[in-house]
């Protein structure tokens, strides 16, 4: 219970630092406090370090495409400049490093529950991007095309990020060392 809401409080601590930090225009505050936050869940994990490592680099690979893939419409428009021109922007990639923590800790009851896990995603991401957006990380300038493609992406895109991070975690022998 206790490693629960310590994972809880450092996801919400890296939120923040990420959101605030595209808000303020500094951008090293994020990825910055993600390091930190994604460092203290991996020397936590213990005999589950293989798997965090899996789901931490699937949700690093898979998830910013969602963000680019929104904000390629222009529906909606990161403060922080794109990486590369197009690519999700390093706060927004260090959100997700800091999100993929939660995923076996204290989002785990979700995660082991697909269907909940994506109606959860379509009702709360949203809100969350417009908590983000009215705290000056991000400006929604389509507000119901944009809201409604990120809750149907990360509807679509979460399950298969865990799907293809337990496949990760099996190929590597996670499975078979009980890790």
Same mark, same amino acid.
């Given at each position: 219970m206790?490693?629960?809401?310590?994972?809880f409080?450092?996801?919400?601590?890296g939120?923040?630092?990420?959101?605030?930090?595209?808000?303020?225009?500094?951008?090293?505050?994020?990825?910055?406090?993600?390091?930190?936050?994604?460092?203290?869940?991996?020397?936590?994990?213990?005999? %589950?370090?293989l798997?965090?490592?899996?789901?931490?680099?699937?949700?690093?690979l898979?998830?910013?495409?969602i963000?680019?893939?929104?904000?390629?419409?222009?529906?909606?428009?990161?403060?922080?400049?794109?990486?590369f021109?197009?690519?999700?922007?390093?706060?927004?990639?260090?959100?997700?490093?800091?999100?993929?923590?939660t995923?076996?800790?204290?989002?785990?009851?979700?995660?082991e529950?697909?269907?909940?896990?994506?109606?959860?995603?379509?009702?709360?991401?949203?809100i969350?991007y417009?908590?983000?957006?009215?705290?000056?990380?991000?400006?929604?300038?389509?507000?119901?095309?944009?809201?409604?493609?990120?809750?149907?992406?990360?509807?679509?895109?979460?399950?298969?990020?865990?799907?293809?991070? %337990?496949?990760?975690?099996?190929?590597?022998?996670?499975?078979?060392?009980?890790?």
């Open positions: 206790a490693r629960t809401v310590l994972n409080a450092l996801f919400y601590g939120w923040f630092a990420c959101i605030y930090g595209m808000a303020l225009h500094k951008p090293w505050l994020g990825p910055l406090v993600a390091v930190v936050v994604v460092g203290v869940h991996l020397a936590l994990s213990g005999e %589950q370090r798997r965090e490592l899996c789901t931490l680099l699937t949700a690093l898979i998830g910013p495409l963000d680019t893939a929104v904000a390629a419409t222009r529906w909606l428009e990161f403060v922080e400049p794109l990486s021109g197009f690519y999700a922007p390093p706060s927004e990639i260090a959100l997700w490093a800091v999100f993929a923590t995923l076996h800790s204290s989002l785990g009851w979700l995660t529950r697909p269907w909940m896990l994506a109606v959860g995603c379509a009702v709360s991401v949203p969350t417009w908590i983000a957006a009215g705290l000056g990380a991000a400006r929604v300038l389509e507000p119901v095309p944009a809201l409604l493609s990120l809750g149907v992406l990360w509807a679509v895109g979460l399950p298969v990020i865990m799907r293809v991070s %337990q496949r990760l975690h099996g190929m590597l022998g996670g499975a078979r060392a009980g890790a």
